[in-house]
């Protein structure tokens, strides 16, 4: 079972910050598959959910997709859904801790990367936002909204804090954090430092292009991911 406990603010959310996402990743990863820090390879997203001890499902989550994926953590009859044949909503039952992906991802190659990205960031959900998810639906008074909604990756927020260089707040904290451990899991800093150091000299001042070549590849991310995980370890600038 991979979990790990760390503080939570008075809303339930966890007080981790970057720094701090990076050591909690580690660990994640170090109990489940030690081999993905040692030897650069990508992250079975589906074998840590299960290990995780959730379900992984597959519904077309809206009409137009803008929904890639959400995270259920209490039994409901009433998650609302597409229904392409119909074209309509309708509502299904889920139990908790089941981590749904839109349909569309799984059926075209060319959302591999998104869909991978996705799985990280629901992943991530589940590891850290039980807590808060719970707390939110009791003081709602109901179970059925207790789903943490994936709409956009904010990718360029990169250390978590807004323009004015304030910390971000409520559900925009969370999916920062959700976002930012889903690209630790997905692209481990110590793997990071082997393909780098595969990486000769030759390569000069273009080091970094084919460092991303290669996380692309190795990690099987998007090339906007790869850019985004190396500007945040500071790597190089985006
Ligand atoms: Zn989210």
Redesign the pocket.
Known sequence: MVTCASRLDSNGIPLLSKDQLERHGERILHAFSPAVLENPQPTDLDGLIREMGFNQEYQYLSHNKVYLGLTVFNDTDMLPVYNPVLNRAEFISVKKNTIIIEGTLAENPAYEHRERFTLG?EAA?GLIHAEYYKRKAEFAGYSDTSV???AKPSFPDLSGVDVNGKRLQGEAWL?WQ?NYLAAVLLMPKAAIKKLRNQIGPEMGGYWHIELINKMITVFNVSEQAARVRLASLEYLTI
Do not use: K, S
Request: hydrophobic fraction near 30%.
């Open positions: 960031h959900h943490g909604i994936y999916e959700a």
